[in-house]
């Protein structure tokens, strides 16, 4: 069966620090993968989304960037975290033509 | 422009009550729908989902209805139970071909009393 892990769980970082954020997905090939950012109380937000190995697609202007340097691993970076960057992570990947499962999140705070 | 959005931001059920949540989409073009829930510091968990061809689909209590004509989805839960406490989330793609890709509401917390 197929698993998604994605770590930390939980992130404080001060403003203007780097951030790197990693997933992984086990049990299946060439699958889809996404970043979700989720807002306290607020629905989930599309960030970026990868069909194959070094292929991004950024759904938001933003401070963040995403890179895909393996099939099954996905990682979200910044070089200087804003403050408006806390919020709740998720890493997600589908089959190509099948439902979104995600992983357990990383909640980031930054200070 | 495109949204999704939920009726009711808090649903209070008694156990063993059905519980219905819906939704609103705006956009004619989206032909995947799916509903996640999502317990408090977790990520969504599927729920169930439905293509635009189809206008109900039931799973283990849980029934999905789509009216296209007035862009409205709901969730139905049967004899509601306490684990089913959490967020509910309805999510759209807009016809993309990526399933993945979705735009979602914005949540509505459905509360079980005991």
């Known amino acids: 069966s197929q698993t998604i892990h994605q770590w930390p769980a939980t992130l404080v970082q001060p403003v203007g620090s780097p951030l790197s954020l990693e997933c992984t997905v086990e049990g299946t090939s060439n699958p889809n993968l996404y970043w979700y950012r989720q807002a306290a109380g607020r629905g989930l937000q599309l960030l970026f989304y990868s069909v194959g190995i070094g292929q991004i697609s950024s759904e938001v202007p933003q401070n963040l960037s995403a890179s895909r340097p393996q099939d099954r691993q996905f990682i979200l970076s910044s070089k200087k975290l804003l403050l408006s960057d806390s919020g709740f992570y998720l890493c997600a990947w589908s089959p190509p033509e099948g439902k979104l499962f995600f992983g357990s999140g990383t909640q980031l705070s930054v200070l | 422009g495109e949204s999704v959005g939920l009726h009711l931001p808090t649903l209070s059920v008694q156990e063993g009550d059905n519980s219905i949540i819906n939704c609103a989409y705006s956009?004619?073009?989206?032909?995947?729908f799916i509903w996640y829930k999502q317990e408090s510091g977790k990520g969504p968990q599927f729920i169930i989902d439905i293509r635009s061809n189809m206008d109900k689909r039931q799973g283990q209590r849980v029934t999905v209805l789509l009216n296209k004509t007035v862009k409205h989805l709901s969730l139905q839960i049967a004899a509601t139970q306490p684990g089913d406490s959490a967020v509910y989330f309805c999510a759209e793609n807009h016809g993309s071909g990526n399933t993945g890709k979705l735009i979602f509401g914005q949540g509505t917390t459905l509360q079980v009393k005991p």
């Open positions: 956009n004619s073009a989206s032909d995947y």
